[in-house]
C-alpha cells in the first residue's frame, strides 16, 4: 500500500517529474521549465514572478473540463494563450487590453507534464491554437517521457507536429505509446483510468486544494470539499415516511389475520 504522502519518491505513486510551458500567460517564446524529480517541492517569488501561471497551467493538464476547473481573476484560456498582462488606458479614455501574442493567427500554446511512479512515465501535454478566432485543443497522453523542444517543435496549426509525434513512438504490441484525444472529456476519462482515480470528484479536489491560499481548519476543509455531499433532511424523511408505510402494512396484517380467525 503506498502513501500519498511518503516522503520517498519510489513509493508515493505518481509524482511530477517535470513540467514545461511554452507561449503560456507571460511565459513567452521560450520554453520554462521547473523539475521537481519526483520530489515534495516549494516554489516562491515575488508577486509577479510567475507562481501562479504555472500552477494554473498544471492546473489545466491535470483538471481538462472547465466545469470542474476555476482560474483566478477571471482568466480564461484564451486569456494565457495570447499572454494578456495587463490593460492601459487609451485617448479615448477607455481600456484596452495588453497581450504578448496578439496575432491570433500564429499564436499557440503548448502545455507538458511529466509525471512517474515506481514502474513507468506518464506524459500529459496539451496543444493550443486558432483557426479564424476559434480556439483549437489536442490532448496527448504518452506513455513515456516527452519534452515540448524534442517532441513538439516544431509547432502547426494543420497538424503535422501530432503525425511525426505518432509516427516517432508507434504501438508497443498492441497498446498504443501516444493516445491523441480531441475532447477534454474523452481526455479527462483516459486521465482517469491511467491514474488509477475512482471518480471525477478526484479533479474537482485538485482544482480545490491548489487554489488554496490558507487553511484555518482542515476539518472544515474535510468536511466541505472531500465528504460526499447528502440531503439529510430529505434522507430522514424518506426513511420515515418508508417506516410509517411499514407499520401500516403490520396493522393490515395484524387486522386481516383477526378476521380470517
Not at 38 to 52: D, H, Q
Given at each position: ?62 483538471v481538462p473540463e472547465k466545469r470542474y476547473r476555476f482560474y ?190
Open positions: 500500500m503506498y502513501s500519498i504522502f511518503s516522503t520517498k519518491s519510489d513509493k508515493a505513486g505518481y509524482r511530477l517529474q517535470y513540467f514545461e510551458a511554452y507561449n503560456w500567460g507571460t511565459f513567452d517564446k521560450e520554453i520554462f521549465r521547473i523539475s521537481p524529480q519526483c520530489n515534495t517541492t516549494l516554489i516562491t517569488g515575488a508577486n509577479g514572478s510567475g507562481k501562479t501561471t504555472y500552477i494554473q497551467g498544471l492546473l489545466t493538464l491535470i483566478e481573476h477571471q482568466r480564461t484560456e484564451e486569456s494565457y494563450v495570447v499572454g494578456e498582462f495587463g490593460d492601459i488606458e487609451t485617448d479615448e479614455g477607455s481600456r484596452q487590453v495588453q497581450r504578448l501574442r496578439d496575432n491570433k493567427s500564429t499564436a499557440y500554446s503548448i502545455l507538458l507534464a511529466v509525471f512517474k511512479n515506481e514502474e513507468q512515465y506518464v506524459t500529459l501535454a496539451q496543444t493550443r491554437c486558432f483557426s479564424g478566432s476559434e480556439m483549437k485543443r489536442k490532448f496527448i497522453i504518452a506513455f513515456k517521457p516527452l519534452s515540448i523542444e524534442k517532441d513538439f517543435s516544431p509547432f502547426d496549426a494543420k497538424g503535422e507536429w501530432l503525425r511525426r509525434l505518432t509516427k516517432t513512438y508507434p504501438k508497443f504490441g498492441t497498446k498504443e505509446t501516444i493516445l491523441s484525444l480531441d475532447g477534454p472529456s474523452k481526455y479527462a476519462e483516459a486521465l482517469l483510468k491511467v491514474f488509477g482515480m475512482r471518480s471525477p470528484k478526484a479533479l474537482t479536489l485538485f482544482d480545490q486544494t491548489m487554489r488554496l491560499k490558507t487553511m484555518t481548519s482542515l476539518d472544515k476543509f474535510i468536511r466541505e470539499n472531500m465528504l460526499e455531499e447528502s440531503n439529510i433532511e430529505t434522507d430522514f424523511q424518506n426513511l420515515r415516511s418508508n417506516y410509517q408505510k411499514l407499520l401500516d402494512a403490520h396493522r393490515e396484517m395484524q387486522k386481516a389475520e383477526k378476521q380470517l380467525e
